[in-house]
């Protein structure tokens, strides 16, 4: 007869085990007293009007009144980064923080019970360098967002080939050029999501030990060839979806820009909804779905 395997728990040299392991000791203790806490709260999802399903809005995702409250099961998106681009707006660094933060509000908003968000996200500049990614998750949590953890995307050898030394081979002024952005993962007001509809999951065992890394590995897409000055691989909502969604649910893209979220839901069955202020991507990202959908379509029939 086979000896029970003993679970494990937090010791103050902590633990290699993961099975049953018992890290109440450490969840209670005063570091995690100053952090967002998980809610008692009833599973609530109300249906999204047909007529926003599948759809990219043409407007500001500062207001998203035409989605009710727990609407929607995850978000996934990457911010405009006010550098200048030709959809930025000049707004000092308070007032960007103050547009974004608008934007994550209503998303809190219209996400179910545990849904889940996933913001992609590059620093900025050099001169000072900003961590852009530090002031999201300060704002997230301030929002009352609980912090599941951050992805690093290392985009490798497709990283932007601009030389960003500073100095040649001289401590005068040496610069770090980024090979990498962020994927930031949060939750509202539940760590575990409710799949009170039985819903299916449709990851794969491969994609799931791989997905559930904290460094993704892929390459960055060419802006020239989908038509959009800073597009993310399809690859980065797909794994995202994935991860956090069950088949037939509904995802949130508050910065649609070319649609590649839209192609990567519709690729995992699932269904969709963005928010664009650009009537010019607004019809890109149609147009991008169309075509998505007809090849989907013609391979499917053979």
């Not at 969840?27 to 047909?50: A, H, T």
């Not at 990498?180 to 819903?199: C, M, Q, W």
């Not at 691989?233 to 991860?243: D, K, S, V």
Request: glycine share 6%; hydrophobic share 35%; net charge positive.
């Amino acid at each position: 007869m086979g000896r029970k395997r003993r679970g494990t728990e937090t010791s103050s040299f902590g633990t290699p085990g993961r099975v049953s392991h018992d890290s109440s000791r450490f969840y209670s203790s005063r570091l995690y007293e100053d952090f967002p806490r998980e809610k008692k709260v009833r599973y609530e999802e109300n249906e999204l009007p047909q007529e926003y399903l599948n759809r990219i809005l043409c407007k500001s995702s500062e207001d998203m009144s035409e989605l009710p409250d727990s609407s929607v099961h995850l978000m996934v998106t990457s911010p405009p980064y006010n550098v200048g681009k030709e959809y930025d707006r000049d707004l000092s660094f308070k007032e960007y923080r103050e547009f974004l933060r608008r934007v994550w509000r209503e998303t809190y908003r219209v996400l179910v019970p545990g849904g889940r968000v996933c913001i992609n996200v590059a620093n900025l500049g050099r001169k000072p360098y900003i961590p852009l990614h530090a002031f999201i998750i300060e704002d997230m949590l301030d929002l009352g967002f609980l912090m599941r953890g951050e992805i690093i995307w290392d985009k490798g050898a497709s990283a932007s080939p601009s030389v960003a030394w500073g100095s040649w081979m001289s401590a005068t002024n040496p610069t770090l050029r980024d090979t990498h952005e962020y994927i930031l993962v949060f939750s509202k007001d539940t760590f575990r999501r409710a799949n009170p509809k039985g819903r299916e999951s449709t990851i794969s065992r491969e994609e799931f030990l791989e997905f559930t890394k904290s460094v993704w590995t892929f390459p960055a897409v060419s802006a020239k060839r989908i038509g959009h000055p800073a597009p993310f691989p399809e690859e980065l909502p797909y794994r995202c979806i994935q991860l956090y969604t069950f088949k037939g649910e509904v995802v949130l893209d508050p910065f649609m820009g070319s649609g590649q979220t839209a192609i990567a839901a519709l690729r995992a069955d699932r269904l969709y909804v963005g928010y664009e202020v650009s009537r010019e991507y607004v019809e890109l990202a149609q147009e991008r779905i169309r075509r998505f959908l007809l090849k989907h379509r013609a391979r499917r029939l053979f």
